[in-house]
């Protein structure tokens, strides 16, 4: 099962920044918070993964909270093809761990 | 540099039958995963392939079964196909030491 809590849907003004909530009270030390995309009709898409430090690269910026607990995806300046469902994933980043997806946010970006 | 390539891209069987989906992986990975996606729903781990061996498994029944060759592709296969086997099904590699998958496009695999 998913260790992960995402608000069903999310709606964001195109140009605005997008910040995707996620819950993750359970994580243990070792484990990493993922982000992936699924834009409609094709396979998700990796954003950006993280262990405590925040992050950032060109799809995005990830912020964890101190206690790991929580963390938010930040899409800087949302645009149209940004709309997607996102899944934001707890696992060990070690051989043989699969993908565990839960059911994710839905963001609607609109002009 | 060719991603990860699913074949085919939809597919309409009859209940009963059987199906055999192909995933050739992104140029370098090793490593292969398939996921079902019912509609509405987030991807489902089914289970992955390293170096010829499955190694970990979803809760999905033994009608689903798969392979890896020596080039790394995979194939999926599912017998005694059901109404509620319809969904999209995604192959996933990555490297052995994973931080990023990447993930094909799928098949629309619909039993009637």
């Known amino acids: 099962d998913a260790k992960t809590t995402q608000p069903t849907s999310m709606d964001c003004a195109e140009g605005r920044a997008a910040n995707l909530p996620c819950n993750h009270s359970?994580?243990?030390?070792?484990?990493?918070v993922y982000w992936y995309r699924q834009i409609h009709s094709q396979g998700p898409q990796y954003i950006i993964h993280?262990?405590?430090n925040n992050e950032t690269n060109e799809m995005a910026s990830l912020i964890i909270t101190e206690d790991r607990k929580s963390s938010t995806l930040i899409l800087p300046h949302a645009t149209l093809r940004d709309t997607a469902v996102y899944y934001c994933?707890?696992?060990?980043?070690?051989?043989?761990?699969?993908?565990?997806f839960g059911k994710g946010t839905t963001l609607s970006v609109s002009s | 540099d060719a991603g990860v390539t699913q074949s085919p891209t939809h597919l309409i069987k009859t209940r009963g039958q059987q199906v055999t989906l192909r995933c050739s992986p992104k140029s370098g990975h090793d490593t292969v995963s398939w996921y079902q996606q019912a509609l509405g729903q987030g991807p489902q781990f089914i289970f992955q392939?390293?170096?010829?061996?499955?190694?970990q498994r979803g809760n999905f029944p033994d009608r689903f079964s798969g392979h890896q060759f020596p080039n790394y592709s995979s194939e999926l296969n599912v017998n005694a196909l059901l109404l509620g086997d319809s969904a999209l099904y995604l192959c996933?590699?990555?490297?052995?030491?994973?931080?990023?998958?990447?993930f094909g496009s799928g098949t629309r695999l619909t039993v009637v």
């Open positions: 392939y390293y170096e010829e061996e499955e190694r």
């Open positions: 994933i707890v696992r060990v980043s070690q051989a043989g761990t699969a993908l565990i």
């Open positions: 359970t994580i243990s030390g070792n484990e990493y």
């Open positions: 993280g262990l405590k």
């Open positions: 996933a590699s990555s490297l052995e030491q994973p931080y990023g998958y990447t």
